[in-house]
């Protein structure tokens, strides 16, 4: 069973913002803006020839703004909680909590993706401070990749990003949005996803990994998309 759908709130246009700013002067601004991507600035380097063949609607939408694309899905995997976020456009919401595992979990990821008339799954995967993989990284990818199968069924793509810190940064996200304890502790997994898909759309996808399915005709299907 899953939670309700979460109230959602007006939120920014990535393509306009410079991620490196922490806004703190607008009163409107401050509980959305004041720690995006504070914590995080990866290094440029050039794209891997895998987002060149198989690129992500947020450097799409970089490369080409007039470009028509999907919707995108922020998913934060946690050992019995997976928190969704969703971007239509450059708006992000916080979704829903799904309390499911295993096959159950992905099918779900899966009917949630066509309601939304989504075309690409974010999912967070675990790294360290210094950017390494975690034990719970394995876990993700693994996950990801069975999704990745299904997903690329119906010529839709999943990504992986770096989720170092999105549960810190959520957590003074819902304290300056005024959620209580009880509304922090049963939201905190989808508010992850929302830090997710911001920085997503903060760096134009270009720090993300593309999971592709071993299947040659499935990544065919994939290119034609």
Not at 32 to 56: D, G, H, W
Not at 88 to 112: C, I, N
Not at 121 to 143: A, C, H, L, M, Y
Not at 172 to 195: E, P
Request: charged share 25%.
């Amino acid at each position: 069973m899953s939670s309700p759908r979460l109230q959602s709130h007006p939120f920014f246009n990535p393509s306009k913002t410079n991620p490196n700013l922490i806004f703190s002067k607008s009163p409107f601004f401050l509980p959305y803006f004041s720690t995006l991507i504070r914590n995080y600035n990866p290094k440029p380097n050039a794209l891997s020839s895998s987002l060149q063949e198989f690129p992500p609607n947020a450097l799409r939408r970089k490369t080409n703004p007039q470009c028509t694309v999907g919707f995108s899905l922020g998913v934060d995997l946690g050992s019995s909680r997976t928190g969704l976020a969703l971007s239509k456009g450059f708006s992000v919401r916080p979704l829903t909590v799904l309390k499911l595992r295993g096959q159950k979990l992905e099918l779900q990821l899966l009917d949630m993706a066509e309601r939304e008339e989504v075309d690409e799954f974010i999912i967070g995967i675990p790294k360290s401070w210094d950017g390494k993989e975690t034990p719970q990284s394995n876990k993700v990818r693994s996950i990801a990749g069975r999704l990745a199968v299904r997903a690329a069924e119906r010529g839709w793509r999943v990504y992986l990003q770096d989720e170092h810190g999105t549960s810190s940064e959520a957590a003074y996200r819902m304290i300056n949005l005024g959620l209580n304890k009880s509304a922090r502790q049963k939201t905190s997994d989808a508010y992850a996803a929302v830090i997710l898909l911001e920085r997503y759309f903060a760096i134009s996808g270009e720090d993300i990994e593309i999971v592709l399915p071993k299947q040659i005709d499935l990544q065919e299907k994939l290119r034609k998309v």
